[in-house]
């Protein structure tokens, strides 16, 4: 038996090629990262943490020593800057309390201890603590977002009514629990999404359009 996540992701990976995500130069700036993308585009983001970089502030104890203000000036082009910087001096306190602010002790921890400690921090959904642990921490968490939903539905795979716990356990039952098959098939998603299952899809030129049953998208009112 071929499960259609699978397929899915071998398909996509011949029509695509790996895509290396997620971009950042650390674990921390991932982390920082998966705060900041909150709402906004990556391009945005990358202005924001370049910000950091170039004040040398790509360090949990730092970040947390300058001000509310300071930090706000420095991330304002990933948009709504005062509650991200809530968020970000959030999740670094809970990292320093916690952890000491160590990557390594993180990812030494017990893996879905860690996951709920991070859903406890005001801020931190499901999307945001699994971007962390499969991208920061190389946990084996799958990402599923508003693309992946997008795609799945609209392809009649899963129901529109799914929420993200059922759509994470649906598509990990049918994966091996990796990584690197979680880490691709997120990043693969997310270009299909972007460029072609978008709001106003382009099934004409989308990679997956093949796979479409009867060749048209399931509308919700067909489920």
């Given at each position: 038996?071929t499960?259609?996540?699978?397929?899915?992701?071998?398909?996509?990976?011949?029509?695509?090629?790996?895509?290396?995500?997620?971009?950042?130069?650390?674990?921390?700036?991932?982390?920082?990262?998966?705060?900041?993308?909150?709402?906004?585009?990556?391009?945005?983001?990358?202005?924001?943490?370049?910000?950091?970089?170039?004040?040398?502030?790509?360090?949990?104890?730092?970040?947390?020593?300058?001000?509310?203000?300071d930090?706000?000036?420095?991330?304002?082009?990933?948009?709504?800057?005062?509650?991200?910087?809530?968020?970000?001096?959030?999740?670094?306190?809970?990292?320093?309390?916690?952890y000491?602010?160590?990557?390594?002790?993180?990812?030494?921890?017990?893996?879905?201890?860690?996951?709920?400690?991070?859903?406890?921090?005001?801020?931190?959904?499901?999307?945001?603590?699994?971007?962390?642990?499969?991208?920061?921490?190389?946990?084996?968490?799958?990402v599923?977002?508003?693309?992946?939903?997008?795609?799945?539905?609209?392809?009649?795979?899963?129901?529109y009514?799914?929420?993200?716990?059922?759509?994470?356990?649906?598509?990990?039952?049918?994966?091996?629990?990796?990584?690197?098959?979680?880490?691709?098939?997120?990043a693969?998603?997310?270009?299909?999404?972007?460029?072609?299952?978008?709001?106003?899809?382009?099934?004409?030129?989308?990679?997956?359009?093949?796979?479409?049953?009867?060749?048209?998208?399931?509308?919700?009112?067909?489920?």
């Amino acid at each position: 038996m071929t499960f259609i996540t699978h397929k899915v992701f071998r398909h996509l990976l011949d029509k695509l090629g790996p895509q290396h995500w997620w971009p950042g130069e650390s674990p921390l700036e991932v982390i920082i990262g998966a705060i900041l993308v909150q709402n906004t585009a990556w391009k945005n983001v990358e202005q924001a943490i370049e910000n950091l970089r170039d004040a040398d502030l790509i360090h949990a104890d730092r970040l947390l020593e300058i001000s509310s203000e300071d930090l706000a000036e420095l991330i304002r082009p990933a948009g709504y800057y005062r509650l991200k910087t809530k968020r970000l001096r959030s999740l670094l306190k809970f990292m320093v309390e916690e952890y000491d602010g160590s990557i390594a002790a993180m990812q030494a921890a017990d893996r879905h201890r860690l996951r709920r400690q991070l859903l406890a921090v005001k801020g931190v959904g499901p999307e945001t603590a699994d971007s962390i642990l499969l991208y920061a921490l190389e946990q084996p968490f799958l990402v599923v977002d508003t693309y992946t939903h997008r795609i799945f539905s609209r392809h009649g795979w899963v129901g529109y009514d799914i929420d993200y716990h059922q759509l994470q356990g649906h598509l990990t039952s049918e994966l091996p629990e990796e990584v690197a098959i979680y880490n691709e098939l997120h990043a693969l998603l997310v270009r299909v999404g972007h460029h072609y299952c978008r709001k106003q899809p382009r099934c004409e030129s989308c990679p997956l359009q093949e796979m479409l049953p009867g060749g048209r998208v399931v509308e919700p009112d067909d489920c």
